[in-house]
């Protein structure tokens, strides 16, 4: 049908898409930030990488199951309608929209132009300010002329960002002398303050992973969903896994333990200690890319959850649209693109995104839920695949999203109050735009 989205999406674009979302400017900037709470000693660093790995793996399991059962667009959100109910269901949708896609596209179109520092020192901040928004712009224009054709384009700016992290994987522990620095890679009791710090080091290692849920969202384009989604899903995180815990070994090979916990920009120092400074600064360009083609994904992936709640008359009618030439979502594209450019202008997406992204892991874990939810509703309807290990597989990524809430509640009850109390804004709105739609 002229007004559905088609299905052209292979299981290596849904592979491409998990790995270009994933991969943003996380891998490059913060490992040093997680080895400091992991007291310094690299053992255990390496082991909240790994563990998160495995966490992450866990969810990405559990939601390969729900992709092959519901194939609709939309993903989460349409797991958790199903789920849980539209209320929920569209909290979860207004969030992304106002705050949690929206603000990390602002986010990161931002680091962009900061970025360009590395390689423009002269530059003003309001050419810093008209390249994020330039970022934006590009984004949305290319997402609006094709989901195939974007997907080639993240594809292509994926294999940069993944040649770069080889090189450093490969390059830095052979001419890295960090290694020879470690003293002791493991304390010599693991007591409460190790135990601590690991805790907070891994809520900042599920951030950098964060994204594979994303891939969800374009289910409704893949063709054969029940085959192609989940080896791309799977195929995607896994190469991230392993890419991620082989960075940071490359990191502690080049800059050793003690300045690779006090750096804020790892990939450029690593390189600089390793190659000079003028490879410091080349480096620059694929963390560049990095950050673009993060945004990339997140605006290729939400702007279908929008769609999807058009659809179920909950959001605005035209976001509900396909474009009648080139068959995406443009209406839903452009208004995240605005709202991501409003947001990037005005600078409050800093504040939004502090006090109101952990909210999302309430949902993540809502979405490991359904499973089992599913399960019990409708045993005997057709499942190509089954999450290895049902239930304690979903059962343990609920805990670690749950974990992440809980912490954020407890270490800053402000932030947990105004981030939970924001989102729960969007029930009242559920309920003006139901009647305003029975009204119409």
């Known amino acids: 049908m002229a007004d559905e989205l088609k299905r052209t999406l292979t299981a290596r674009d849904v592979a491409v898409i998990t790995a270009g979302t994933i991969i ?100 003003g901040p309001m050419a810093k300010k008209a390249i994020g928004l330039a970022v934006i712009l590009g984004l949305a224009f290319i997402n609006v002329r094709g989901t195939k054709q974007s997907t080639s384009t993240l594809a292509a700016a994926t294999a940069l960002k993944i040649g770069a992290l080889v090189f450093l994987i490969v390059a830095l522990p052979l001419f890295g002398t960090g290694w020879s620095q470690v003293t002791e890679a493991t304390p010599p009791r693991w007591d409460g303050p190790i135990l601590s710090g690991g805790l907070v080091a891994m809520i900042s290692v599920l951030w950098a992973y964060e994204g594979w849920q994303y891939a969800t969202f374009v289910g409704g384009e893949v063709i054969e969903p029940q085959r192609n989604f989940p080896r791309g899903l799977l195929i995607g995180t896994l190469a991230c896994i392993l890419i991620y815990v082989l960075a940071n070994i490359g990191y502690i090979a080049g800059l050793g333990p003690t300045a690779l916990a006090g750096s804020s920009t790892v990939a450029s120092d690593a390189v600089g200690a390793a190659f000079g400074p003028t490879a410091a600064k080349l480096i620059a360009i694929p963390v560049l890319v990095s950050i673009v083609s993060g945004a990339h994904g997140i605006m290729l992936t939400s702007s279908r959850v929008f769609f999807a709640m058009s659809r179920d008359g909950v959001f605005f009618k035209k976001l509900g649209e396909v474009h009648p030439v080139f068959g995406t979502p443009a209406n839903s594209i452009i208004a995240m693109s605005v709202w991501g450019a409003i947001l990037a202008m005005s600078g409050t997406f800093e504040m939004l995104l502090t006090y109101v992204v952990f909210v999302g892991w309430i949902f993540y874990g809502l979405g490991g839920l359904s499973v089992i939810v599913f399960r019990r509703r409708e045993p005997d309807a057709p499942r190509p695949f089954k999450v290895p290990g049902y239930p304690i597989t979903p059962l343990l990524f609920v805990a670690s999203a749950l974990v992440i809430v809980l912490n954020t509640v407890v270490t800053n009850p402000t932030r947990g109050a105004i981030g939970i109390g924001g989102a729960l804004l969007g029930v009242p709105i559920f309920y003006l735009w139901k009647r305003a739609a029975k009204a119409a």
Request: aromatic share 12%; proline share 3%.
């Open 24 to 123: 943003g400017s996380g891998i490059f900037l913060t490992p040093g930030g997680v080895l400091a709470s992991s007291g310094g000693f690299v053992g255990v660093s390496l082991s909240v990488w790994a563990v998160g790995g495995l966490l992450t793996l866990l969810g990405c399991l559990t939601y390969a199951e729900l992709g092959c059962f519901r194939t609709g667009t939309g993903g989460l959100y349409a797991y958790i309608r199903d789920a849980f109910g539209p209320t929920t269901a569209f909290v979860y949708g207004w969030t992304l929209f106002v705050v949690i896609g929206s603000g990390s596209i602002a986010t990161l179109a931002v680091a962009a132009g900061n970025n360009m520092a590395a390689l423009v020192p002269d530059i």
